[in-house]
């Protein structure tokens, strides 16, 4: 069992940055693929990027490339995602996920761990 927890939500004005991590509980995440999602208010969760741990085989959705980084800090079984020019769109609970990653037919990541969600709020 790989218990994942996210941290770094925050209110923010739109245009700023924040940092999200997931640190994993277990060394056997590195097994899996990485994954960060995120729910607004009345919508479905949206699949947000995919890594692995070796920093290949990485995907961002439309809405995020360009502005959204993810990174690794293996020793520490931590991920990161580094968000940018955020706008109030980017609103939403964030979850990290661990699992598998597979681009055919359509981007889509078969979650095994979800962490608990860390809101993000962009608002002026």
């Known amino acids: 069992q790989v218990q994942l927890v996210e941290s770094g939500g925050g209110l923010v004005q739109p245009g700023d940055s924040l940092r999200l991590s997931c640190t994993a509980s277990?060394?056997?995440?590195?097994?899996?693929?990485m994954g960060w999602f995120r729910q607004a208010p009345g919508k479905e969760r949206e699949f947000v990027a995919a890594?692995?741990?070796?920093?290949?085989?990485?995907y961002y959705a439309d809405s995020v490339k360009g502005r959204f980084t993810v990174s690794t800090d293996n020793p520490s079984n931590t991920v990161f995602l580094q968000m940018n020019s955020l706008k109030p769109e980017d609103t939403a609970v964030y979850y990290c996920?661990?699992?598998?990653?597979?681009?055919?037919?359509?981007?889509?990541?078969?979650?095994?761990?979800w962490g608990q969600g860390t809101q993000v709020t962009i608002s002026s």
């Open positions: 996920a661990a699992g598998r990653f597979s681009r055919s037919p359509t981007p889509s990541f078969f979650a095994n761990y």
């Open positions: 277990r060394r056997t995440v590195t097994f899996y693929n």
């Open positions: 890594f692995t741990w070796t920093g290949d085989n990485t």
